[in-house]
């Protein structure tokens, strides 16, 4: 005799008793060689010895009943179904109204059966953490949630920082606050389908449900990119562009609208790329520059780099120096007890056999070191080709010394015809 329970608790879902029709209340009878659909009797049609086409009375059989401990004494299978169905029905927590729908436990016994052999049973703990380490997996794996799928999700205010940065969105329901299309609905509410419908009405209600469809299409494809792409951790989203040279951030900036029509791994791959061919294009400029100074060999290129510093360190220091000499009033500021300086000495001074007479007695004047004056010489030279003329303030703003000393270098030039005046 096997006792098993293959239906629910409520007698009408079970099959009708073929003998009588009436509904089976167990313990009640299963032929084990009728099928393949079950032949079920009630207790009074099987001690009647009820037979029916295929059937005999002396067929063997089943009992089915629930009546038998599962998981402990004194509870049976049917009050396990039972326990089941009442904490679906009222909610977990719920235990006086658990316990009344249950009507043969106390509220104490259904809580604590429940906690030992549905939530802190051993045999289905290690089935759930498996399952929420697949879970765990998954989410981790999109990146679109900004918080651990074990931890309580943040619920910012309405209208705080942490909500505008998240986009209105709420983790604990995984929904915007606000919609695209947010009233897609609206054109929906008031359609109602019924008989009297003309043909042209009817098709004109089904392309409005259609259209619906198409929006909530459009709806969810955008935050299908958004959970793709992590667009919900936004300050994830801004340091990981701040890690990219300036110029790969620009193209970022405008491949984004991109990020639609391709993957997330695909659209990295493409930025990863572009930043990759940066990096080759600067390395070959660096390697161009050096076969443009003769350099041949990589040995050769620590001895130039070498150099080029000291040669940027002694330009500093000239810089240094005509900073130091534009502090220096003129002659017509001195008062008259005050001695003129002298003019500046030029022997021996880098740059100054590139200079003619004239320019030697301007530095020696205006008390500027040969170099210096070269480099704003030129500065000023490629200014006025680009302006096609200068004016003094263009030149004051250009070259930051004394005033004075830039307007008698302005003049000077327009002078001997280099530069003209805008």
Same mark, same amino acid.
């Given at each position: 005799m096997d006792r098993l329970a293959s239906f629910g608790n409520d007698p009408f879902d079970k099959p009708p008793c073929r003998g009588c029709s009436s509904y089976l209340i167990e313990p009640y009878? *299963? =032929?084990a060689e009728c099928g393949p659909s079950p032949f079920l009797l009630c207790l009074q049609c099987f001690t009647r010895g009820f037979e029916y086409k295929k059937h005999e009375s002396d067929h063997k059989y089943e009992i089915m009943t629930s009546d038998f401990p599962v998981? #402990? $004494? /004194?509870w049976t299978a049917q009050e396990e179904m039972a326990l089941l169905e009442a904490v679906m029905d009222c909610g977990f927590g719920n235990w006086q109204d658990v316990a009344y729908q249950m009507r043969t436990k106390t509220k104490e016994e259904c809580e604590n059966h429940y906690m030992k052999n549905f939530i802190n049973n051993p045999l289905f703990s290690s089935t759930l953490l498996s399952l929420r380490k697949t879970k765990d !997996?998954?989410?981790a794996a999109e990146g679109a949630i900004p918080f651990k799928p074990t931890d309580d999700p943040p619920r910012p205010?309405?209208? !705080? &920082? +942490?909500s505008r940065d998240m986009? /209105?969105?709420m983790p604990a329901r995984a929904d915007f606050m606000e919609e695209f299309d947010n009233y897609a609905e609206w054109d929906l509410k008031d359609i109602d389908f019924v008989d009297d419908d003309s043909d042209i009405l009817h098709a004109l209600k089904l392309a409005v449900v259609d259209i619906y469809h198409s929006r909530l299409k459009e709806r969810q494809r955008r935050k299908k990119i958004i959970r793709d792409h992590g667009l919900i951790n936004l300050r994830k989203f801004q340091m990981l562009e701040r890690c990219y040279p300036k110029e790969v951030q620009e193209l970022y900036d405008v491949m984004r609208r991109f990020a639609r029509v391709v993957g997330p791994t695909e659209h990295d791959k493409f930025i990863e790329s572009h930043a990759l061919e940066f990096e080759l294009r600067k390395e070959i400029r660096r390697l161009q520059d050096y076969r443009k100074a003769g350099i041949k060999s990589f040995c050769s290129t620590k001895v130039y780099e070498r150099m080029k510093r000291m040669r940027e360190d002694e330009r500093r220091k000239r810089t240094m120096l005509c900073d130091v000499l534009q502090y220096? @009033?003129?002659? !017509? *500021?001195?008062p008259a007890s005050v001695r003129s300086a002298p003019p500046l000495n030029?022997? /021996?001074?880098p740059g100054t056999e590139k200079l003619n007479e004239r320019e030697k #007695? +301007? =530095? @020696? &004047? &205006?008390?500027? &070191? $040969?170099g210096a004056y070269l480099e704003y010489k030129q500065a000023l030279l490629n200014e006025c080709r680009r302006q096609g003329g200068l004016r003094l303030a263009q030149a004051r703003a250009l070259i930051k010394i004394d005033v004075n000393k830039t307007r008698k270098i302005y003049d000077f030039l327009i002078k001997e015809g280099y530069i003209t005046k805008a």
């Amino acid at each position: 005799m096997d006792r098993l329970a293959s239906f629910g608790n409520d007698p009408f879902d079970k099959p009708p008793c073929r003998g009588c029709s009436s509904y089976l209340i167990e313990p009640y009878i *299963k =032929c084990a060689e009728c099928g393949p659909s079950p032949f079920l009797l009630c207790l009074q049609c099987f001690t009647r010895g009820f037979e029916y086409k295929k059937h005999e009375s002396d067929h063997k059989y089943e009992i089915m009943t629930s009546d038998f401990p599962v998981l #402990e $004494p /004194g509870w049976t299978a049917q009050e396990e179904m039972a326990l089941l169905e009442a904490v679906m029905d009222c909610g977990f927590g719920n235990w006086q109204d658990v316990a009344y729908q249950m009507r043969t436990k106390t509220k104490e016994e259904c809580e604590n059966h429940y906690m030992k052999n549905f939530i802190n049973n051993p045999l289905f703990s290690s089935t759930l953490l498996s399952l929420r380490k697949t879970k765990d !997996s998954r989410f981790a794996a999109e990146g679109a949630i900004p918080f651990k799928p074990t931890d309580d999700p943040p619920r910012p205010t309405f209208d !705080s &920082v +942490l909500s505008r940065d998240m986009a /209105g969105y709420m983790p604990a329901r995984a929904d915007f606050m606000e919609e695209f299309d947010n009233y897609a609905e609206w054109d929906l509410k008031d359609i109602d389908f019924v008989d009297d419908d003309s043909d042209i009405l009817h098709a004109l209600k089904l392309a409005v449900v259609d259209i619906y469809h198409s929006r909530l299409k459009e709806r969810q494809r955008r935050k299908k990119i958004i959970r793709d792409h992590g667009l919900i951790n936004l300050r994830k989203f801004q340091m990981l562009e701040r890690c990219y040279p300036k110029e790969v951030q620009e193209l970022y900036d405008v491949m984004r609208r991109f990020a639609r029509v391709v993957g997330p791994t695909e659209h990295d791959k493409f930025i990863e790329s572009h930043a990759l061919e940066f990096e080759l294009r600067k390395e070959i400029r660096r390697l161009q520059d050096y076969r443009k100074a003769g350099i041949k060999s990589f040995c050769s290129t620590k001895v130039y780099e070498r150099m080029k510093r000291m040669r940027e360190d002694e330009r500093r220091k000239r810089t240094m120096l005509c900073d130091v000499l534009q502090y220096i @009033q003129d002659d !017509s *500021k001195l008062p008259a007890s005050v001695r003129s300086a002298p003019p500046l000495n030029l022997t /021996g001074l880098p740059g100054t056999e590139k200079l003619n007479e004239r320019e030697k #007695e +301007l =530095c @020696q &004047v &205006v008390r500027l &070191v $040969p170099g210096a004056y070269l480099e704003y010489k030129q500065a000023l030279l490629n200014e006025c080709r680009r302006q096609g003329g200068l004016r003094l303030a263009q030149a004051r703003a250009l070259i930051k010394i004394d005033v004075n000393k830039t307007r008698k270098i302005y003049d000077f030039l327009i002078k001997e015809g280099y530069i003209t005046k805008a």
